[in-house]
């Protein structure tokens, strides 16, 4: 057990680093998913078609692909980068923004119909139905779910870690490496800094869930 | 496909769409207008950067890699899916001491990331590393279809364990054989999609060094040279989207059908929402 407190500072500084690499990625995702899934239900056929088509190829991507085509591929393609932390970002919030993007359109279909319609009917045009009367009412439905994605977005960033970006996996590896006798007690150490952003998370969303049922 | 966010389109409306689309679509060309002529820059498009796959030797490669994929994923839903059931029994025992300590463990599990798991199987008891795959992928996997089968079951009427329960079996024999089959029926679409999670997870293996496809793609682009990476990568990427869509289109079907029975009485299923199949 030593060997965790011995660690503190690598495991102080991975949690950062999965800390930043998480909100920095889920707030792009948040932005480009709710756009994918206004491009979703707009008029504009191009769109549509566009935002499909990602939300259906990204979803069933594995992640490490995504991974690997930002790291290893993009390099050899001439794209390079200063740090491996921007490519584990890009990877992250082009995956993650697919699953806002369903989540959001999920939300939208929540709403009732009548609101739309009563929006329509004193003349607001689609711009206007969509981000003052649709969107406001979805994202709140929506927040349970998207705090789950976010949840999965910070277990997800541990694939960074196997891309060498030295956040909580990344470090656990190298700690691992190095403490070849105490290789159990260095990836439970990690494991509890995890369960330390995730577990609350989940109950957050929980009680988000039972307070919007309620309201409803 | 009409939708209550808009009109059925008048002239100008459509004129207006019909510009928007066109402008678009001009915008998504370019895009990937550019994408194109950059990788063209580094000259991925010549023909003798493709050859390879005239070779029979890379197709076994790459189907040795899907076979070490498809062999992961099959063998831990098999395993996951039994003990999700038993899981899921325990975390709504009626006795407080299996309960709180299987809701602990589930927690624990679904709150960790799966790749640290196999790190920790591979590593702690020194197994090969697809028992770390396939231990990692059961352990997560178990834990979130106990989840979605304890969401089927709250989902009943309460009517179905009370008439169990009045006919005199008892609380165990209810939920065995009244609700658990209802529930994994309602169930039945969010348990295939996340099959697909399950078989995208699979992927992780190449950061344990198990032989799937991706690990085929890096060792073939190692053997060949890496400026057959991007070709090799490119197939092995499709057959993996090919794979996932084609079993998320079986759990959308399922759910259709499922709908569709639902209308004669039944109440509709719930949607396990975007919390069960995430990730």
């Known amino acids: 057990m030593d060997v965790i407190i011995e660690s503190l500072p690598q495991y102080w500084d991975g949690f950062l680093r999965t800390l930043f690499l998480a909100a920095v990625s889920g707030i792009i995702a948040l932005v480009a998913g709710t756009l994918l899934a206004a491009a979703r239900v707009s008029p504009v056929a191009a769109l549509r078609g566009f935002s499909m088509a990602y939300v259906e190829v990204v979803r069933n991507t594995p992640l490490t692909i995504a991974f690997f085509f930002a790291a290893v591929v993009l390099p050899r393609l001439g794209v390079t980068f200063q740090q491996f932390e921007i490519a584990a970002i890009i990877a992250l919030s082009a995956y993650t923004a697919a699953f806002i993007a369903e989540a959001v359109r999920s939300g939208v279909n929540s709403v009732p119909v009548g609101q739309a319609e009563a929006a329509r009917s004193i003349g607001m045009k689609f711009g206007q139905v969509l981000s003052l009367i649709i969107l406001p009412q979805a994202l709140r439905t929506v927040i349970p779910p998207m705090i789950n994605i976010l949840i999965a977005l910070v277990k997800n960033s541990s694939v960074a870690g196997a891309f060498y970006v030295l956040e909580l996996f990344g470090y656990g590896k190298q700690l691992a490496n190095d403490h070849g006798d105490a290789v159990m007690w260095v990836l439970v150490g990690v494991a509890f800094f995890y369960l330390l952003i995730t577990v609350p998370l989940g109950y957050l969303a929980h009680q988000v869930e039972r307070k919007v049922a309620i309201a409803r | ?279």
């Open chain 2, 1 to 279: 496909m009409s939708s209550v966010l808009y009109d059925v389109p008048g002239p100008k409306a459509r004129r207006v769409s019909l510009i928007g689309s066109v402008i678009g679509v001009v915008l998504i060309a370019a895009l990937l207008a550019w994408a194109v002529m950059t990788l063209g820059q580094q000259g991925i498009f010549q023909a003798q950067r493709w050859a390879i796959f005239g070779q029979a030797d890379v197709w076994s490669l790459i189907a040795n890699g899907i076979g070490a994929t498809l062999a992961a994923a099959a063998i831990a839903a098999v395993i996951a899916f039994p003990l999700g059931l038993l899981l899921c029994l325990m975390r709504i025992s009626d006795v407080a001491w299996i309960r709180i300590p299987t809701r602990i463990v589930l927690e624990f599990l679904r709150g960790m990331p799966v790749v640290l798991m196999m790190l920790f199987v591979l590593l702690v008891f020194a197994t090969s590393s697809f028992i770390a795959v396939v231990t990692g992928l059961v352990l997560y996997n178990a834990a979130i279809f106990a989840e979605i089968i304890r969401a089927g079951i709250q989902s009943l009427p309460r009517g179905q364990r009370e008439a169990g329960l009045a006919i005199g079996l008892t609380s165990f024999q209810s939920r065995l054989t009244i609700e658990l089959p209802q529930a994994v029926r309602r169930m039945l679409p969010s348990l295939v999609a996340q099959l697909v999670v399950l078989l995208k997870d699979t992927s992780l293996g190449y950061i344990v060094a198990y032989g799937e496809l991706l690990r085929a793609v890096q060792v073939m682009a190692d053997f060949l040279g890496p400026q057959f990476l991007f070709p090799v990568f490119f197939v092995a990427a499709a057959i993996y989207i090919a794979i996932n869509l084609a079993v998320s289109r079986l759990a959308i079907w399922i759910e259709r059908r499922g709908s569709k029975k639902a209308a004669g009485g039944v109440a509709k299923a719930p949607t396990a929402g975007v919390s069960t199949v995430v990730k």
